[in-house]
């Protein structure tokens, strides 16, 4: 297992700003910068290869077992492989996108992709939900980041060409979703990005982390 005190996380709701803030702290830092959610992409990526059911614990996990996934974490961005076929440019589709929380939901496929992010080796900086509290809660830094659900919608109809009450909806139905896996962690730093810039969430992350000794 890598060594937790390599590991800094960063966890929020979809659209919290955590993937573009954890991006650019490690880049700031210089190390890789990991997101989770791609390890459950990819198991609902192979049950949509397989035409199977995303809610059916048992059927994903038939899919996962035998199979080699990797996540390579990479300063260029990380790929992801299965059975060393990269698959890492088809894990972001709308067709993934509605079936991923389903996947994610399921305890046994959780602890899979536990098991495949501890052996990613350290340094990181890695984002997700449960990244502070399940996964490294030894982790040398932890952060949660939030936002009003209506700046998180607006965020993502900048990303994906699609109408805002929509985007709200969708957004509110994944947050229910996700609500059991997304608690924060105790010993998190907590940011509320809703006013903030990137910049400005950045520098308060890199003023904590150089208050742990970390930057
Ligand atoms: O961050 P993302 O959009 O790539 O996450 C994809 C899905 O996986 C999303 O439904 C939340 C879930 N997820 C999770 O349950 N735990 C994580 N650590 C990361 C993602």
């Known amino acids: 297992m890598n060594d937790v005190e390599d590991v800094i996380t960063i966890d929020g709701p979809a659209a919290s700003g955590k993937s573009s803030v954890a991006r650019r702290v490690a880049g700031e830092l210089g190390i890789p910068f990991v997101s989770s959610g791609l390890l459950y992409r990819v198991a609902a990526l192979l049950v949509e290869e397989g ?4 809610g059916d614990e048992r059927e994903v996990m038939a899919r996962l077992t035998g199979t080699v996934v990797r996540l390579l974490p990479s300063l260029q961005g990380d790929r992801l492989t299965v059975d ?6 088809g894990l972001h589709t709308d ?3 509605a079936s991923v929380s389903a996947v994610a939901r399921h305890p046994r496929v959780r ?4 098991e495949r992010l501890r052996e990613i080796p350290g340094p990181f900086v890695i984002d997700g939900r449960d990244m502070g509290t399940t996964v490294f809660p030894g982790a040398r830094a932890k952060f949660y980041l939030t936002a009003p659900p209506e700046v998180r919608a607006r965020r993502r109809v900048g990303e994906r060409a699609a109408d805002l009450r929509e985007v709200a909806d969708a957004m509110r139905r994944r947050d229910r979703l996700d609500a059991a896996q997304s ?3 105790p010993d998190a730093l907590h940011i509320d990005t809703g006013d903030l810039t990137l910049d400005e969430v950045v520098s308060q992350v890199m003023d904590a982390l150089s208050g742990v000794g970390a930057a």
């Open 111 to 114: 602890a899979w992709v536990t």
């Open 95 to 97: 067709a993934i996108d």
């Open 183 to 185: 608690a924060p962690a």
């Open 51 to 54: 035409a199977g059911d995303p």
């Open 84 to 89: 060393g076929r990269d698959v890492t440019d």
